[in-house]
């Protein structure tokens, strides 16, 4: 039996496709470059994109994955760190690599100075280290201190108002707490055992400020230099 096509002619059983060389008699082909004749199959895996993973071509019918005009069968689609596949799973690029979320949070996250896991959004930075939200925190009460007032003591962290009960020293004029950096009061003086506001460091008898002054201490009490001489 003869076959004829353009004015070419094959006998039945040398009519084949040029790629795989299935029998082409009675079935779909097309005839390409260099007039070499192809099936159907063949045509369409020649003229489908290539899996950036395996190279192989995806057919119609096959799930796949695309990004930046790059495609990958779905199960070629994998972490660059753990090798596990991604599929259409969330991922995150960098340069020619991919990461699942895990390995991409290990690897290039920064870790929170406290719990030290990763940090994968959010968060703040104190002197210079990342910490979560959740994680900076009052030492006393928990609350959470970003972008609130707050200071440290002894790597602990205070509100302002858990700092004035639990942690300030208390004057001795006023017996209100020393908040050095919350306010008014911001000088301190210390004698002996005991602390004072700046402006509560004061003669005991005519109330003259003696901050930065000579003074005297008279049975526990403070003097200006010259109150003593009238007692």
Not at 22 to 30: D, G, H, K, Y
Not at 56 to 63: E, H, L, R, S, W
Not at 171 to 178: H, V
Not at 205 to 224: D, E, M, S
């Amino acid at each position: 039996q003869e076959l004829h096509f353009k004015n070419r002619y094959w006998h039945d059983n040398c009519f084949r496709c040029f790629k795989c060389y299935t029998s082409l008699v009675n079935e779909p082909f097309m005839l390409r470059e260099n007039n070499k004749v192809w099936c159907s199959n063949c045509t369409a895996a020649e003229d489908a994109p290539r899996c950036k993973g395996c190279f192989k071509p995806i057919i119609a019918g096959d799930q796949n994955v695309e990004y930046k005009k790059m495609v990958w069968h779905k199960d070629c689609f994998t972490c660059s760190q753990c090798k596990q596949v991604i599929g259409s799973g969330s991922f995150f690029p960098k340069g020619d690599e991919f990461y699942c979320v895990s390995c991409h949070e290990h690897k290039f996250a920064k870790t929170c100075a406290k719990c030290k896991n990763p940090i994968t959004s959010g968060g703040l930075t104190y002197q210079e280290q990342p910490w979560h939200s959740e994680c900076f925190i009052c030492s006393n009460c928990k609350k959470q201190l970003g972008g609130k007032r707050f200071t440290a003591v002894e790597d602990q962290f205070y509100c302002v108002e858990c700092y004035k009960e639990c942690v300030a020293k208390k004057c001795a004029g006023c017996k209100n707490p020393i908040t050095a950096g919350f306010g008014r009061g911001t000088s301190v003086v210390n004698y002996e055992d005991e602390s004072w506001h700046d402006y509560c460091f004061k003669c005991t008898k005519c109330a003259r400020g003696l901050a930065n002054k000579r003074f005297v201490c008279h049975n526990g009490k403070i003097y200006c230099a010259e109150c003593p001489k009238r007692l």
